[in-house]
Nanobody, 128 residues
Framework: QVQLVESGGGLVQVGDSLRLSCAAS????????MGWFRQAPGKERELVAI????????YYADSVKGRFTISRDNAKNTVYLQMNSLKPEDTAVYYC?????????????????????WGQGTQVTVSS
């Protein structure tokens, strides 16, 4: 079992930056694909970014490419999402998720159903 706890959300202005953190329990964090998803009101949960178990590979949704950076520190059991140049359309609840080591390499990497563990979410609101 893995428990995930997100932090770092808040209310910011257009163009500001935020860094989300997700702390994981358990000794096997380093074997998991880690992802950040977001869900805006009335919309489906969507993939924002994922990182492979060894941090060798990352993937970003087109909407955040060049503005967001995902990273992980396996020694600290933590994954991060650095968000720069925030826009109103980035407003959502952001969720941290953990999948298997293989999840990153599977064709269903983008689907929330491919991830076994989820955090409770943290609200990000970008005001114009």
């Amino acid at each position: 079992q893995v428990q995930l706890v997100e932090s770092g959300g808040g209310l910011v202005q257009v163009g500001d930056s935020l860094r989300l953190s997700c702390a994981a329990s358990g000794r096997t964090f380093s074997t998991y694909t880690m992802g950040w998803f977001r869900q805006a009101p009335g919309k489906e949960r969507e993939l924002v970014a994922i990182i492979s178990w060894n941090a060798a590979n990352t993937y970003y949704a087109d909407s955040v490419k060049g503005r967001f950076t995902i990273s992980r520190d396996n020694a600290k059991n933590t994954v991060y999402l650095q968000m720069n140049s925030l826009k109103p359309e980035d407003t959502a609840v952001y969720y941290c998720a953990a999948g298997s080591r293989e999840t990153y390499y599977q064709p269903t990497y983008y689907s929330p159903r491919s991830y076994n563990y989820w955090g409770q979410g943290t609200q990000v609101t970008v005001s114009s």
